[in-house]
């Protein structure tokens, strides 16, 4: 497989979805910045909680069954396995919605519990039973592993975009019309909803256009033997959400239940003003996980070798000069969007910046693991930079209060950086090795 051909595909995707994700992370920004301006921190907090705990649920159940479409999926496409492909499809798509369900149900029968623990008013108590359907539509399920294998990366591109302006407009209208708060919940919700919507329709639209439409079966035993390891691979990436359950839900809702929602709302402000600036870097793993699949399929493994350290030397570059130019415009810039209020935690925004860019530096590096089978690895690599996370975010709030917790996130990310690169390179010289017949150095 030619790397310019790669190359190619990569940037292009990757200019589509940088593009859009700057843009719609700002207006995200943006409606956070009115919503917050206009309601007061507290009520802001008591949303950005619900949201925290719909998706809690959404993780701890999920299967990344996109990230399996693309494992499997792509070697059934390199053999020409139609009706596998489409078996695969069936299969992973029921687990996504029992899974949906199961998260479902379990976030309805424990919402008594979160009510009394985030003191929320009846009103958004009341919704939370609804609001928590979201979960269908939030989770990045099997249909959009196939829209990435199918180089319909636009169409998932859509999801964030379309949540972005339905939730900006809606409560750019409520704000206008000075309405109440529970109604930005509402626009929230169905924020989610549309954006939810959109992949799932191009999926349908595809599948039927290519006459590759899923085959569903209950035979899950037949299945594990048509896709050896299928259920591992399931369930290792399934926990792997749990470093992202706690290093972004977890935090949000363990202060909005022990310090209140105002410095929830903070936290979660600050996290995701420097999640708006790295996440459309990050992003970019999914694109590449295609590729590397591929690669993968084929034991080209010195090529996966040369992008990975290609896209080191490259982010490296790039996350250095937007830390230089954020940290010196960042006083003004969040006093101005956010207020005074919010402007005192001003160290809590410079060290989830720094964990966010030592973050993006390896953002190959899971596609990387997963297409060379090493999901258990990334796993308990994961795990490792998770406690690291909580320690150092428990000593830093001990320490500094709700600044000192952005070095969780800086502890997060150098130690899963650190040792997901010695261990992945090492990783890849042994399967170079191994391909090549090589004896002597790589």
């Not at 992008?307 to 101005?336: S, Y």
């Not at 590096?365 to 320690?391: D, E, R, W, Y």
């Amino acid at each position: 497989m030619d790397l310019t051909e790669i190359y190619r595909r990569f940037y292009r995707n990757a200019g589509l979805l940088l593009g859009s994700r700057i843009v719609f992370g700002l207006l995200n920004l943006a409606t956070m910045t009115l919503a917050l301006r206009h309601y007061g921190l507290a009520d802001l907090g008591m949303l950005l909680l619900l949201q925290s705990y719909t998706r809690l649920f959404a993780e701890v159940v999920k299967f990344n069954s996109w990230q399996a479409m693309l494992r499997y999926g792509s070697l059934l496409e390199e053999a020409g396995e139609e009706q596998g492909f489409r078996r695969l499809m069936g299969f992973l798509i029921t687990v996504d919605l029992l899974a949906a369900s199961l998260a479902t149900a379990c976030a309805i029968l424990l919402i008594p519990y979160a009510e009394s623990w985030f003191d929320w008013p009846e009103n958004l108590a009341g919704f939370a039973p609804y609001f928590v359907f979201a979960i269908f539509f939030i989770t990045q399920g099997a249909h959009t592993g196939v829209l990435r294998l199918f180089d319909r990366v636009g169409a998932v591109v859509m999801q964030h975009s379309l949540n972005s302006v339905v939730r900006f407009t809606l409560v750019g209208l409520l704000i206008l019309f000075e309405a109440d708060f529970f109604y930005v919940v509402l626009a929230w919700f169905f924020a989610f909803v549309a954006g939810g919507l959109w992949p799932i329709c191009a999926f349908l639209r595809e599948v039927i256009r290519r006459g590759a439409t899923p085959q569903f079966t209950w035979a899950w035993i037949r299945v594990a033997r048509e896709f050896e390891g299928i259920w591992r691979f399931l369930f290792l990436t399934n926990l792997s959400s749990f470093p992202t359950l706690v290093v972004q839900n977890g935090a949000t809702m363990m202060l909005g239940g022990t310090v209140g929602a105002a410095a929830a709302a903070i936290y979660e402000v600050a996290r995701q003003f420097s999640s708006a600036i790295s996440r459309p870097m990050r992003m970019l793993g999914p694109i590449i996980f295609p590729e590397f699949a591929r690669l993968t399929a084929k034991g080209e493994w010195a090529k996966i070798r040369a992008i990975f350290k290609r896209q080191i030397a490259l982010t490296f570059l790039l996350a250095a000069a937007l830390t230089v130019v954020l940290m010196a415009i960042l006083p003004i810039l969040v006093d101005q969007l956010f207020g005074e209020e919010v402007a005192g935690n001003l160290w809590l925004f410079r060290l989830l910046i720094i964990g966010a860019m030592i973050g993006l530096l390896g953002f190959a590096i899971q596609p990387a693991f997963l297409s060379a089978n090493k999901a258990g690895t990334m796993l308990l690599l994961q795990m490792l930079a998770t406690a690291v996370f909580i320690a150092a975010a428990f000593a830093g709030y001990k320490a500094w209060g709700l600044d000192g917790t952005g070095f969780g996130l800086i502890g997060y990310a150098l130690t899963f950086q650190t040792c997901s690169m010695l261990i992945g390179l090492h990783l890849l010289k042994k399967r170079i090795r191994r391909a090549t017949g090589a004896t002597g150095e790589i």
